[in-house]
Every structure is written in C-alpha cells, then in structure tokens.
C-alpha cells in the first residue's frame, strides 16, 4: 500500500512516518512531498492508496489541494495531520472529501485508532 506524507516540515514528515511505524503500519510504501502542489503531481503520477496531508503550507495549502484533487476527479483517500483541529475545519475537510483530521499531537495509538477502518480495507489494485 502506498502512502504519501505532504508537510513542509521535514521534521514533522518524518515524525508522521514513525508514528504509522508505531502504530504498526510499517509494511507500507511512503512517499513525501513538501507542499500541496508538489502533492499534486504526485498524486496524478502516482496514485497513491492514501494521502495524509497538513493544512497550512506554502504554495497550495492542504485544502486548497484536496479540493484541486475532487475537482480532478481524482478521489484518492485523503486524510489531514494537522495543528488546526477546530469544529468548522473538521466541518471543512469533511465537506471537501477528506475521511479524516487527525490533530497534533497525535500519538500510535490515536494514528491507529483512526487509521486502522482506512488502511485495513486493502489497497486499489
């Protein structure tokens, strides 16, 4: 299954990483990309099986490429691991496609709890 991490953070990539290593996603096939346009090519290259994305990054923010995908006609399984975690973003993502929001600071446990209906539905072939 492949997975493709999007943040501008190098250092928070790396963290998402090793908390689905955690949470015992670890057989999985993980690109990265540094903002939501770059996501984007990706994504249509690509295809990948889920997309877990921030919110607030230069170029194309997280939502700003999510709503770029739906209108694509692209509809990737698409989830956010973000410091923003108020109701109307949660309301937000959800309207524009997004199946989950996962807010820092997360831990293995709640990556799993959250992940777990998603990935353990099996990768597209």
Same mark, same amino acid.
């Given at each position: #299954? $492949?997975?493709?991490?999007? %943040?501008?953070?190098?250092? +928070?990539? +790396?963290?998402?990483?090793?908390?689905?290593?955690?949470?015992?996603?670890?057989?999985?096939?993980?690109?990265?990309?540094?903002?939501? !346009?770059?996501?984007? %090519?990706?994504?249509?290259?690509?295809?990948?099986?889920?997309?877990?994305?921030?919110? $607030? #990054?230069?170029?194309?923010? &997280?939502?700003?490429?999510?709503?770029?995908?739906? !209108?694509?006609?692209?509809?990737?399984? /698409? &989830? /956010?691991?973000?410091?923003?975690?108020? %109701?109307? #973003?949660?309301?937000?993502?959800?309207?524009? &496609?997004?199946? /989950?929001?996962?807010?820092?600071?997360? $831990?293995?446990?709640? #990556?799993? %709890?959250?992940?777990?209906?998603?990935?353990?539905?099996?990768?597209?072939?």
């Amino acid at each position: #299954m $492949n997975v493709l991490v999007v %943040d501008d953070s190098r250092a +928070m990539r +790396m963290i998402v990483i090793r908390t689905l290593r955690q949470a015992g996603f670890d057989g999985l096939d993980i690109s990265e990309a540094t903002n939501g !346009r770059e996501a984007f %090519d990706a994504i249509q290259a690509d295809r990948p099986d889920l997309v877990l994305s921030d919110w $607030n #990054m230069p170029e194309m923010t &997280g939502i700003e490429l999510l709503q770029a995908l739906r !209108r694509a006609g692209i509809d990737v399984p /698409f &989830g /956010f691991v973000t410091s923003e975690g108020s %109701d109307e #973003m949660r309301g937000l993502a959800s309207q524009s &496609g997004a199946l /989950f929001l996962i807010a820092k600071p997360f $831990n293995a446990d709640s #990556m799993r %709890d959250c992940l777990s209906p998603v990935l353990g539905a099996g990768s597209r072939s």
